[in-house]
């Protein structure tokens, strides 16, 4: 416990613990409303957006997920054309993606077709023309989706950033939350050195989601952390095409895009987590590229950087948004 003289006290109207980028941009938002918010993102690592936002894919899929989530997907992408006109650069650039069926999985690229306005029927034929490295004799079907893109994550987050900058948000790096006291007119939240004196509370920690409810006395809801690890290799048969689509099993044995003249893959693994800072681990990268090799001539080579983010999922794999009085 830090003496009492090294503690600093922080007045708030509302207090975000979680500094990803679901936390981020809410403090940015909340920051430009009409009358002024005293707003303290906590977060507990020493840099923003560390476990899981700059850890993904970097990509916006409209044919990903269940309807709800490509509805999200889709409100979100009519959001950037106004924050790229507002950096004076892009934070998007087209990266169309290639459903691929493989080892029998057929029947969920037809799924897609029938169930995704933005995904449409294509001949293996054009797979291959248009992603080379593809082996036509490992494909039984294939839809595309033209209007995948590929996000510039760190302009995205860095533009977050300075609107909270701009608007007087207070950012507190290393305060992971210890504690929370219920006082007549809010909370007050023990963080490393820091006292929040708050009126609301926004639980925006992803992982910690549940763990963090309950320092509040609330029940959990059922989050659940998962492991997806990310791999960037080489291929020691052929260079690599920047502008080459991205590629996706319709099982969920891999995704693999190019990055830069290297190869971006996971084995879209889906295995449960605790609340940790993951860590790759060698088991999972040689699956990946052992899948990908085996439809591909790519020959991945020994891998030049590699990293885990946690997926957190509700058990319907929808978003949890809400009030909880208290």
Request: charged share 20%.
């Amino acid at each position: 416990m830090n003496d009492t003289h090294d503690v600093t006290h922080h007045d708030a109207d509302i207090a975000i613990v979680g500094g990803g980028i679901a936390g981020q941009s809410l403090a940015a938002a909340l920051g430009e409303l009409g009358s002024p918010l005293r707003i303290v993102v906590l977060e507990g690592e020493g840099t923003l957006g560390y476990h899981t936002s700059s850890r993904s894919a970097s990509q916006m899929q409209p044919s990903y997920g269940p309807p709800e989530i490509r509805a999200l997907t889709a409100a979100t992408l009519a959001l950037m054309p106004g924050i790229e006109q507002t950096l004076g650069t892009s934070i998007l650039s087209p990266r169309p993606l290639i459903w691929c069926g493989v080892r029998g999985s057929s029947a969920q690229v037809d799924s897609v077709l029938a169930s995704v306005p933005d995904a449409r029927e294509g001949s293996i034929d054009e797979a291959v023309t248009r992603l080379p490295v593809l082996r036509a004799s490992a494909l039984e079907s294939v839809a595309f989706d033209e209007n995948a893109k590929e996000v510039d994550v760190a302009a995205l987050l860095g533009h977050y950033q300075a609107r909270m900058s701009a608007t007087g948000v207070t950012v507190l790096h290393t305060a992971r939350l210890a504690g929370a006291t219920q006082t007549a007119d809010g909370w007050t939240l023990a963080a490393g050195s820091h006292r929040v004196h708050t009126r609301t509370v926004v639980n925006a920690a992803g992982a910690w989601a549940d763990p963090l409810a309950e320092l509040f006395g609330k029940a959990p809801r059922g989050l659940q952390p998962y492991r997806r690890t990310i791999t960037v290799a080489p291929s020691t048969s052929r260079a690599v095409d920047p502008a080459w689509p991205m590629a996706c099993d319709m099982g969920d044995s891999f995704y693999f895009r190019p990055q830069g003249g290297e190869i971006l893959a996971s084995p879209l693994e889906d295995e449960a987590s605790t609340a940790e800072d993951a860590r790759p681990r060698p088991t999972e990268i040689d699956a990946v590229k052992q899948r990908i090799n085996a439809v591909t001539d790519l020959a991945l080579g020994p891998s030049t950087r590699s990293w885990t983010g946690l997926r957190t999922l509700s058990a319907t794999g929808l978003p949890v948004v809400g009030r909880e009085p208290g």
